[in-house]
């Protein structure tokens, strides 16, 4: 299977995927739109200039952690805390990395970068929909180049927006327009809890991370996708072991099993000790043959004298 790299003209159908990976994350990208507008606002009332933040989400793009770096910037915090922070907050995208993995691994250097700097929640959850149905391997880079792409691009528009429009709206963020991109995500996830596993692993998740939000750089939603995934992992294994193969190789099992070899056994030597009977037989003959006729001969003379 050949792949076309970033930046080459794409084929037919590559051209398919790419439009097909745009269109199916234009729901994300309206749940996103918020979002972006209420970044770029608060970056226009605080300490930075317009340019800082949308040179921030061109090289992030990353929104929990661009909302978190804007608050420590604004409350003057060292580079390595809010360096230390954000590396907190975006340590997801390991999972997020490791469950995609299977299905980039065939490609170049080249694509799996592009691809992981374009990965956001959003991007992942459209992605992982498009290539759980499919075998590893087997489906090329432009779905998740598509839809990434166009996060990226909405992300931009709608930062510009808050930039520059955002001082129009005041008290924009206390609308609760955010609430849309909570929408959009639980019309994605619900459809996939399609097993127990999974249902088990998204309850244990989401209680957690309500129980454990006060938790600081948002730690409590970190702890909360590790428990979900530990749940899963653990529902997923086998339920009884090694089966009866464990059985057998084990102490008990091996116990169970002597008597009945042991009473096999003389059932396996049977034939042999059978096949060697008529020899022993005939032997047994042969040497009493000879006393057997001296014993007739001397009856048959005792009875003729008696005569």
Known sequence: MTHSTPGQPLSTGHLKEFTAG??????????????????????????LHLWHGQ???????????????????????????????????????????????????????RWRWALGA???????AVAWEHYRHREPGTVGPHYFFGAGLAMYLNWQLW???????????????????????????IAIVVPQL????????????GTLAFFWQAWPYKLGLLGAV?????????????RFGRGARGHRESPRGR???????????PLREAPHETSQDPLQ?????????PLREVSRKTSAETMEASR
Do not use: C
């Open 22 to 47: 745009a269109r199916d994350i234009i729901p994300m990208m309206v749940g996103a739109a918020p979002f972006g507008v209420i970044f770029g606002t608060l970056v226009a009332s605080g300490p």
């Open 55 to 109: 040179l921030m989400s061109l090289v992030v793009f990353a929104g929990s952690a661009q909302f978190i770096a804007l608050g420590l910037i604004a409350g003057h915090a060292s580079f390595a805390v809010i360096w230390a922070t954000t590396l907190v907050v975006n340590l997801r995208h390991v999972l997020y990395s490791a469950t995609l993995a299977p299905h980039v691994a065939h490609l170049s250097p």
């Open 118 to 124: 374009l990965l956001t929640d959003e991007v992942f």
């Open 159 to 185: 930062t510009v927006a808050g930039l520059l429009f955002g001082a129009a709206f005041p008290g924009l963020q206390s609308l609760g327009l955010d609430f849309a991109m909570v929408a959009t995500f």
């Open 194 to 205: 399609v097993a127990l596993r999974y249902i088990a692993a998204a309850v244990t998740a």
């Open 226 to 238: 590790f428990a979900g995934v530990a749940i899963g992992v653990l529902l997923s294994a086998p």
């Open 255 to 265: 116990l169970r099993e002597a008597p009945r070899e042991t009473s096999q056994g």
């Open 281 to 289: 037989e005939v032997q047994r003959k042969t040497s009493q043959a």
